[in-house]
């Protein structure tokens, strides 16, 4: 076994100062004034109004420490210094990985959803998803192979600028595909491109978070490579702006949350998630931060345009984070006053703002909230309140700090008091509880692939391990990412990496599940090497901001 370097030993406890950690890191051999990601938001806005200096010293460094080492006999860097048991899983999941690898004219491009030969029907698994590829790029990162990050990035920036349509009906223009998939024509030896922005999937219903991801990952690329050319490219900056300008733009919403329809995300069918599911918000939310981040400032880019794209992230950030901890927020303490809510109440007096029903409180909340621990429910609108927990979107609020610190460690608890239900025998739960009966009917429309405890529906989704593992670095609590990759390492390999399980504890391999998945392979490889070296944490999490901590104030129609 190889030798184990000093800061592979911070694994061996349950808590520890990350700061502290992170202080310790590799660092590029170029000052830098403090880092973007440690100022408040208000400091960004009047930064980007500075010259093009005080730009590039804003950035820290952003090595990752993984990034850019490789071992000389073409192992994976990372594998030679794994402190954990198998070390052949990793090595497995490699080489699985690098099996998925799609090229473009010679060179590599991003990865399939799946490499099953086992299975007759292909679908779409032989594209690259948008949100599937995010831990493949990770993975790719970590280990100091970020070409094909940038080619990816590139790519799928092209696929933005064509013209989308469903029907007679185009799309907008920031609009960012679902997939895309390499043609291969071996007779002209020419390679093309087929874009997927809805008009082919079930439901047809277009990705709102696939040009979240694309900001986050382009970010996660700056922050482990040092290169701040591809993000300040003419190109990159445009689809930025698209992106935010298409997210921004006025209509008739009263809240700050993002409106959308069921099966825009990751639950790509119908379970009931349309209006403001929590995945979208946190999505949105850390996109926004990343975009403040990555733009640059009006002199250098599209003068007063840039500013006023800016000042609407900021002003938005600040009332999406009061929104979100305020009203999506749920604990023992504030279900009990829900419970307690009167209803029909009118003016700005009222207490019960959504005017939710207590009566629609579900039966199982009462016993599964504990009274140490909470989370973000799945969704708030007007008379409507979805109790379930949403793995996604509350790892990714810990991680984009929409999350307070004390919510962050609620979260932690919440899954620790409720083991069984949200981990089980495979982490970890798309979502918790499962619907059922006259309810599955009403909700799926009698989906046959969203059974109860299957696919959306309750099932276990491994891919999830790698935003549990870092959301347990943040707040510290790696003993619940160590228990969790030890439950996936007992099964994942044996079964061939499936998609997903079925079941209430996760036990059974899902039954229309795809093997050889390339997500679940890469997340398992994320959630190792993150946990083995936790600076790597720095690519895919961002830190509280503390302009956003006040209590803001709001127009007297919102006041108590």
Not at 6 to 32: C, G, K, M, Q, Y
Not at 114 to 136: G, H, K, M, T
Not at 466 to 479: D, F, H, P, S, V
């Amino acid at each position: 076994m190889p030798t184990t370097p000093s800061h592979a030993s911070i694994a061996d406890s349950d808590d520890f100062d990350l700061s502290r950690l992170l202080n310790h890191r590799p660092r590029i051999n170029v000052e830098r004034q403090r880092s973007f990601d440690d100022r408040s938001l208000g400091d960004l806005y009047l930064s980007a109004m500075d010259s093009r200096g005080g730009y590039m010293d804003s950035y820290e460094s952003m090595y990752s420490p993984g990034g850019g080492l490789r071992s000389l006999t073409g192992t994976p860097a990372s594998s030679t210094r794994l402190s954990f048991e198998p070390q052949l899983l990793v090595a497995e999941a490699w080489e699985a990985l690098r099996r998925s690898l799609v090229c473009f004219r010679g060179e590599p491009l991003g990865t399939i959803a799946a490499v099953d030969s086992s299975s007759d029907e292909v679908l779409n698994y032989d594209q690259v998803f948008v949100r599937d590829f995010v831990p493949s790029a990770l993975a790719f990162l970590m280990n100091g192979e970020p070409d094909i990050v940038k080619n990816f990035l590139l790519k799928t920036l092209l696929l933005q600028g064509w013209e989308k349509r469903i029907d007679r009906f185009k799309l907008g223009e920031g609009a960012m595909p679902a997939s895309f998939k390499v043609l291969k024509d071996p007779k002209r030896g020419v390679d093309t491109l087929a874009a997927d922005f809805g008009e082919s999937a079930i439901g047809r219903v277009a990705p709102a978070d696939s040009g979240f991801w694309w900001i986050i990952l382009l970010r996660a690329y700056t922050k482990s490579t040092g290169d701040l050319t591809l993000a300040e490219t003419p190109e990159c900056q445009k689809g930025i702006r698209l992106i935010m300008n298409q997210c921004l733009a006025e209509g008739f919403d009263t809240f700050p949350t993002l409106l959308c329809a069921d099966g825009c995300c990751m639950i790509d069918r119908r379970m009931g998630v349309y209006g403001y599911p929590i995945e979208i918000q946190a999505l949105f939310f850390m996109s926004l931060r990343c975009a403040l981040l990555l733009l640059k400032p009006a002199a250098e880019g599209n003068g007063k345009q840039d500013d006023d794209i800016m000042e609407r992230i900021v002003t938005r950030l600040h009332a999406l984070s009061y929104h979100m901890r305020s009203y999506f927020w749920l604990d023992f303490q504030q279900l009990n006053v829900i419970y307690r809510f009167k209803t029909e109440e009118y003016s700005h007096t009222a207490v019960n703002k959504f005017n939710v029903i207590p009566e629609s409180i579900p039966d199982w909340l009462f016993d599964f909230m504990p009274s140490r621990g909470g989370y973000f429910v799945g969704n708030v609108s007007p008379a409507r309140m979805d109790f379930r927990w949403f793995a996604l979107g509350n790892c990714v609020a810990i991680l984009a700090s929409l999350a307070t610190p004390e919510q962050a460690g609620a979260i932690m608890d919440l899954i620790e008091e409720r083991w069984e239900d949200l981990i089980g025998e495979m982490p970890l739960k798309i979502c918790y509880p499962t619907i059922e009966g006259h309810e599955w009917q009403n909700v799926t429309g009698c989906d046959p692939k969203n059974t109860r405890w299957s696919y959306h529906n309750g099932g276990s989704w491994p891919v999830l391990i790698w935003l549990l593992t870092a959301a347990c670095i943040k707040t510290g609590r790696l003993k619940i990412a160590r228990r969790a990759i030890d439950l996936a390492e007992a099964r994942l390999g044996k079964d061939g990496w499936p998609e997903y399980y079925d079941g209430k504890l996760g036990r059974y391999v899902g039954k229309q599940a795809r093997k050889h998945q390339t997500w679940s392979i890469a997340g398992y490889l994320v959630a190792k090497m993150m946990l083995e070296d936790p600076s790597h944490l720095g690519m895919i999490s961002l830190e509280e901001d503390k302009a956003m901590n006040p209590v803001l104030k709001r127009s007297a129609s919102w006041t108590v």
